[in-house]
């Protein structure tokens, strides 16, 4: 499973800290040898000032350098300790809110020193009173990824979340930051998505994956992905199939829709990136190769299941994928050999039976389905429309729709009327009813019409 | 004695007295002295090469007196004359500061006298050729001219203080006498012949019998000194002229004291005669090579300046120039006056060309080699007289600042270069053509000097351009070229962009190139170097890299606004860049990219390969500007084999389409034009003969593969000879014949199934030769996305149609549902559009009555925007794969004809 490995793709769009999870999955799910694991995690953390935990991976790296952590951790205490001692008048400008942020560099350094000793949770509640206080908006920006990241790591997904939005609208209205350039703005729309990977996949069930798509398919971080990341193309292709099933929000389009754009996205970025996640669509909806799709489908389990972010929806994201499997099959096929579905599902021949009947039993399938066991076979009967259905189906809603129109038109009308009469009125005061009259000339027009 | 350059300069004097004499009356001396040149250019144009031997006169002395004694000597005193009169002129332009006025005249009139003692020379030689032959019309009107030169030569030698000695010259004097005797004896013999002459004749022998009579009156005195001894007369003569020889010295003194006065004048009336050889080692000593480069400045642009004139003594001061300051400056001078050659010209000759090119690899290598000495834009003030070296000033070297510009020359330079090539016909002059573009390599290796030395200068504006033309000349080249040119280039250039010490390939030579580029801050230089990037992805098949590239770059938003050479330029890259998605088996997208292109008939003229021929007839000066735009022949794309891709790419898309749509009207809609016209053209023959051209073996192929015959489509196909073009012909043939397996199953189903109850998936496979598997999963698709109604039988393999036939009333009523829908749906937005005014009238008429009829009109404008917008994005719905990605590129396609079409229109 190496190759598919991504970590050293994400690792350079992430924060320090962020990849240090990361880093730790890969040595839980031992895909590489733990020796370069332990010197990875130690080379990552050499520049923090985390120094008790540096020291612990610097033991399991057993790498040649010496280093004197004691003194290092005096070092960093003694900076901690005088950085707080400068940080305490904020201290207490923010427990005084009367008070104005003039000493905003103070925060500043509090900032990453707290970051540095990584008590996450303080600091998140520190730059939350320097972003209220901060004028400054560049720093603010900076402290608005600073919070980001320490909500990651305490694991505050739902604040997480709002500050994923807020960095979102800072960075695609760039009024005046450094945003402005198209490189900076693009930089940090990788980072941005990077980073909300953590979120999105640690928040509710539903919610996060719904939350992924909307984001990642906004035309423009599809085109940031497209430029600069398509590694996170799997992500969005997981998050698509997975919620394929899951109950849609009001008011946001189908499911299918994501599958078919994505599919387009996947087959138009294949000379960049693929992998079996994103081949799995492309076997499925652009070849229409089942037993492929089913090939693959085995391999993307794997990947699914040592991925960091993914790792916890491996059956779900099964589960969905078969479902997508037997969906196509079904609309294919007039005639299924049982066992042969059951290979392609990678199920057993009892599986597949109670599988089929599932699917059967769930109407949306919108197909007439029956199971022989004799011939252990599944027939499919389509009704297929005849002319005057087809007619029917183009006529249908025809006069309804005339009627909204009309409706339309009437009420509009009544507006005119109505509004006829106030603006009759002020023409008398104001002395200029010309447009007025002209207004109600076209009303009654159309009042005609309607009629 | 060379008979044609005899030839030659009789014509000219001829011509000179004749056509010219207009001009002569006009101008006075100066016409006259344009008159000699004129008959110089011809003389030399007689020459086998006029270049081989004006450099043979250049570079050496003894070459000259070796051509002289080929010729006459007349010959040779002319040409030394000349020389003689350069060299006059330019001293006195030196020296004429302070009586500027009187100065200039007598620079006229004395360089005129020498002229015109050559002309005289010409005629007097002509007389004695005359009277042998008995000519004596001839004879009369030389003669004529001979006294007509006697009188101004003595009305302008008396002004001066040569003594009454020099002042008839004793050929004159010999030629009265010896025409006397010639005319005597000639009338001598007339009587006592039988034959008489011819009337004409013997009218002019009288005629000149008279005037011999009168002007030996004339000239009384002088005559009776000159019998009696003709070679005291001579020696008398020669030393009154002569004068001035051994004031060389002195005289160069004064003049660069700028005291010219009396004296100076004098001297140098008397220069012509004696200056001979000595004349050139007096200006073009390394003393002397800044005066005479200012004087050469004063002159240029004037109107009589010779600038082949001009070249030869620059050329002759870089010999002799020493110092690096020296040859930095006539450098300067004679590149440009190199370039300036010809302007009436098309282009300059090759060999000048190449000379010049040399001279600026010279130049550049100076500068290379001297760091101390830059030439810049923009430079403190100097005396351009002075010799000046680097100093130390303070500890620190100065350098040595020249004003110039190498960017300008460069490029000018490469023009010229791109001149000479339109120029040549590639067809007809093929070796010539060649020849003239072996010479890319030592430009090439200029260009990259230049590059490597504005880098050291930090002249960020001239590196960009530099880069640009390096760019230029290795974009549209095959890989194997570029390497040629690179390793050409010395090993030692200090480059910073491309460091000459890593090994690179030409992808990463033009990647290098390129990136330094996008760091300029030209907006106009990015753009082109974006589309030069594309081209050579295109070219190396790397489509999608060029692709992503382009819609990066948002090119085709804004290629409308762009100057005409980068619309050009941008058609080639979007042609590239189909043919390689052609060439990579991405047909729909070679299809759409290539579709706009071959929807106008102008493919030549919007990649500026050919002129506009049809239409709106152009002026002349459009016309001109559009030729100078046209590209060299070795940079053109070949529009055949872009038409056989394209019109390919049709057939593979549009048959299964033309298939599966039922209706006539469909069908218009659905079709590219071009290759639908084609193919109606096809149908309407009764007869079609064997395929001729490309054109004929895709319509016969399209034909075939509606009938089903996939294979006759793929022979006919890969029998098109134009695929030798391509640089993987075997992959493409393969890819094509693949892809008409394919849809030649698609047609098949399209067009059969309703003939069908069932269809055996072996047979299929069997038919079409493909793999069963792929046969699944063609059908397999065309039934998910609703294109074949009918439904895979899993256990029997086979495919059922489920097809139902409708009747004639059942479709006609169809129809009228369909077209109903539609007009509800007309209506729908009607409405919309109506309502959206009219709650935009209700918020507005609160506020203001104006306001509410602005924004109303604007609200429609937006809504017809979106709808246009609609169109162009869905046009050609079904294609959306080949469209490229969803909110990158807003209507490739599109746009890109408006860029074709902006091109056109100017």
Redesign the interface.
Known sequence: MAEYDLTQKLIPHLDRHLAIPLLNHLSDIETFPAEELAQAQYDLVKGTNMIDYVRQLHEQAKSGESTDFAKLKEEATAKYQQLNEKAQPVMKVIEDPEAVAKLRSGVDKDKNLELLRSEYNVTANLLYHFMIFSPSIDLNLSAHWGKLASNILSGDWEAALTEVKDLRDAIDNPHGTSMVKPLAQLQARTWLLHWSLFVFFNLGEGQGHQGLLDMFLS?AY??TI??SCPHLLRYLVAAAVISRRAPKPAGTRGNRDHIK?LT??V??EE??YSDPITGFLKDLFA?????QAQQRLSVAENVVKSDFFLSGFADEFVENARWLISE?YC???????IG?LSKTLNLSNEEGEKWIVNLIRDSRMGVEAKIDLK?N?LH?T?P?A???A??IE??RG?AF??QA?QF??QS?AG??RG?RGE?GERGERGG?GG?GGR?RGGALA?EEVAA | MSFFAKLGSDDSSSSSSGSDSEESILSGDEGLEQDKKLAAKTKTKNKASMFLRSDAEDSDEDDSDEDSDEDDDEELSDSEDERAARGNKFLMGADSTDEEEEEEDKTVVLSAKDKRFAEMEAAIHNITNATRNNDWVLASTELDKVFRFIQRHQVTVVATTVSAAGHIPPRFLEILVSLEKDVNETILSEKSAKKKMAPAKAKALNGLKQTLKKKQKEFENVLKSYIEDSEAYTKAYEQANAIQAPKKQPKKVQVADGDAGAEGAEDQNEDFMTIGKGGKALNLTPEGVFKTLREIFEQRGRKNTDRAETIKILSKLLEVSETTYQKLRVLLALVPARLDYSQNLAHIPHESWVLGLNELHQLVTLLLDNPDYVVQETVGEYDDLVEREPQTVNGKKERVAVAGSLISLLESLDNEFTKTLQHTDAHEKGSDYIERLRQEAPLYTLVAKAQSLFEREAATDSTARAVMRRLEHVYAKPNIIIDHFESKIPSGLKSKIVPTETKRNADELIHDLCVYIYGSDAPVLRARAILFHIFNHATHGRY?QAR?LLL?SHLQDTIQHADVTTQILYNRAIMQLGLSAFKRGFIQECQTILGEMFGTQRQKELLAQSVQRYQQQLTPEQELIEKRRLLPFHMHLNVELLEAAYLTSCMLIEIPLLASVETEEQKRKVTSKVFKRFLDLADRQSFMGPPENTRDHIIKASKSLQSGDWEKARDLICSIKIWSLLDNVDDVKAILSKKIQEEGLRTYLFTYSSYYQSLSLEHLSKTFDLPQ?LV???I??M??NDEL?A??????KVV?F?K?D??EV?KL??LL??R??NL?DQ??KI?DL??GQ?QN??QD?QRS?NA?TTDGGNNKQERRGGNNNNRGGSYRGRG??GR?????NAGLGSTMGSGNRRVAAQ
């Open positions: 035309p599809l085109n497209q430029t754009e387009k996205i087959q138009m000379y960049q070849d229409f190769d089942l037993d196509v609309r294919i096929h007039r005639r299924i050999d042969q011939e076979m499919i389509r297929h005849t002319p005057t087809t007619l183009t006529t025809l729709r005339s129109i339309a038109m509009s507006d005119s509004e603006r200029r447009r207004g159309r | 999608h992503d990066m598997s699944n999963s063609i397999s698709k039934i998910y109604t439904s895979l039988d899993q256990i029997d059922i489920h139902i409708q009747t059942q009523s169809q549902a369909e109903t829908a509800l209506n729908e409405l109506k309502l009219n009238q209700q008429g009555n509410q959306g794969g490229g990605r969803g909110g990158f």
